[in-house]
């Protein structure tokens, strides 16, 4: 589940961001498949570690994240009232 993607729907934004998670989730080696199942969640089949899977979307969400933090109204700050890291 990404989470993130909730806030972005249908926005150009949002499709962008659901494609290249689904991109990179196909990449991870060991996948066989990934499809779609709502906004927020895939399927993925294969033998993928579920670790390798949480690092390809999570490179996607840091690649990201300025833009959506700018999108939010939130610049600068982590989104959703995360603490700084």
Do not use: H, I, K
């Not at 961001?17 to 990934?34: F, K, N, S, Y």
């Amino acid at each position: 589940m990404v989470a993130s993607q909730e806030f972005f729907r249908q926005t150009r934004s949002g499709l962008e961001l659901c494609q290249r998670v689904q991109r990179a989730m196909g990449l991870v080696p060991g996948v066989a498949g990934v499809a779609e199942n709502d906004n927020q969640t895939w399927q993925v089949t294969g033998s993928s570690s579920a670790e390798a899977l949480v690092r390809a979307v999570a490179s996607v969400l840091g690649d990201l994240a300025d833009r959506m933090r700018e999108a939010l109204g939130v610049p600068g700050q982590p989104p959703y009232g995360w603490p700084r890291a």
